[in-house]
Each structure stands twice: as structure tokens, then as C-alpha cells.
Nanobody, 125 residues
Framework: QVQLVESGGGLVQAGGSLRLSCAASGRTFSSYTMGWFRQLPGKEREFVASISWSGGSADYADSVKGRFTISRDNAKNTVYLQMNSLKPEDTAVYYC??????????????????WGQGTQVTVSS
């Protein structure tokens, strides 16, 4: 069982930066692939980024490549999402999630067994 708590959301102007954090409970954090998803207003939840259990591999949605960076610190049981050059269309509730490590850097929402409660990111124009 893994419990996930996101933090770091807020209001930022277009072009600005935010760093989201997701703290995980339990001693098996390094056994999980970690991902970030987001839900834009009126839309379904979508994949943003994922990182392998070791941090050696990562994958990104095309819409955030070059602007967002996912990282993890297994000693701190925490995964991060650094978001730069933010755009109004990045406004969403951002969720972190954990999947079994054998899924690799999966983008498939259904393969993530554990989810945080979400944190709101609002980018003003």
C-alpha cells in the first residue's frame, strides 16, 4: 500500500515556473514507477510524465516535452515535477500516481494503482 500526497500547486503567470512534489508513504517507494497526470477543466485525465523506479528512464507527453522535468529522490520517498515556461493551457489539477515497476515508464492510467488527491495549478495569461 502506498499513500501519495502532492504539494506545490498554485497560481503563476504565463512563462513562470512551479515545482510539484509528491511524498509517498511506506518503505517500498523505489519499487514503483511514478507518474504525473493532469485533468484540465472539462476534460479527461491525461498523462504528463513518468519515471522508472531507479530514475534512469523518463517519458513525457508531447505537450510538455522540453518544458517539464520529472525526477525522484528514493531516499526521500518523493517524486517531483519541475514545470517551466508554463502556459495557460497547463491549468489543471495535477495528480501523482504509482505503478508497479515492471510497467516501466508507462503512460497508461489503468496501470497506476495508487493516486494522490491532486493539486491545482493555475496559469494566468
Amino acid at each position: 500500500q502506498v499513500q501519495l500526497v502532492e504539494s506545490g500547486g498554485g497560481l503563476v503567470q504565463a512563462g513562470g515556473s512551479l515545482r510539484l512534489s509528491c511524498a509517498a508513504s511506506g518503505r517500498t517507494f523505489s519499487s514503483y514507477t511514478m507518474g504525473w497526470f493532469r485533468q484540465l477543466p472539462g476534460k479527461e485525465r491525461e498523462f504528463v510524465a513518468s519515471i522508472s523506479w531507479s530514475g534512469g528512464s523518463a517519458d513525457y507527453a508531447d505537450s510538455v516535452k522540453g518544458r517539464f522535468t520529472i525526477s525522484r529522490d528514493n531516499a526521500k520517498n518523493t517524486v517531483y515535477l519541475q514545470m517551466n515556461s508554463l502556459k495557460p493551457e497547463d491549468t489543471a489539477v495535477y495528480y501523482c500516481a504509482a505503478a508497479a515497476k515492471w510497467y516501466g515508464t508507462t503512460k497508461r492510467e489503468l496501470q497506476y494503482a495508487y493516486w494522490g488527491q491532486g493539486t491545482q495549478v493555475t496559469v494566468s495569461s
